[in-house]
Nanobody, 122 residues
Framework: HVQLVESGGGSVQAGGSLRLSCAVS????????LGWFRQASGKEREWVGSLDRDGRINYADSVKGRFTISQDNAKNTVYLQMNSLKPEDTAVYYCAARRSWVCGSDAADFPYWGQGTQVTVS
């Protein structure tokens, strides 16, 4: 059983920062890679970045240099630090997990999802 719970969303002005958290509850966390996705109103779900099991982190071009994924293994939590936020970053943000060495960027490959957290940039 895999449970993902996001937190940390909110409203911020353009140029501001937010940090999202994804608390991961799973019996064998080391078997899973984690991804962050977002979905703006009326748009398809978009890959933001991912943390592979070997520690490699990948980012979408749209957030590279502004967003940072990190993890705290002691807390079983993965973070998405978002800096220099833009209005186009407004979306519901999700963390997702799959039992794979490499995450990839296709949402269809992820069977486990959190409930999402809203980020609004004005």
């Amino acid at each position: 059983h895999v449970q993902l719970v996001e937190s940390g969303g909110g409203s911020v002005q353009a140029g501001g920062s937010l940090r999202l958290s994804c608390a991961v509850s799973v019996s064998s966390a080391n078997d899973y890679c984690l991804g962050w996705f977002r979905q703006a109103s009326g748009k398809e779900r978009e890959w933001v970045g991912s943390l592979d099991r070997d520690g490699r982190i990948n980012y979408a071009d749209s957030v590279k240099g502004r967003f940072t994924i990190s993890q705290d293994n002691a807390k079983n939590t993965v973070y998405l630090q978002m800096n220099s936020l833009k209005p186009e970053d407004t979306a519901v943000y999700y963390c997702a997990a799959r039992r794979s060495w490499v995450c990839g960027s296709d949402a269809a490959d992820f069977p486990y999802w959190g409930q999402g957290t809203q980020v609004t940039v004005s």
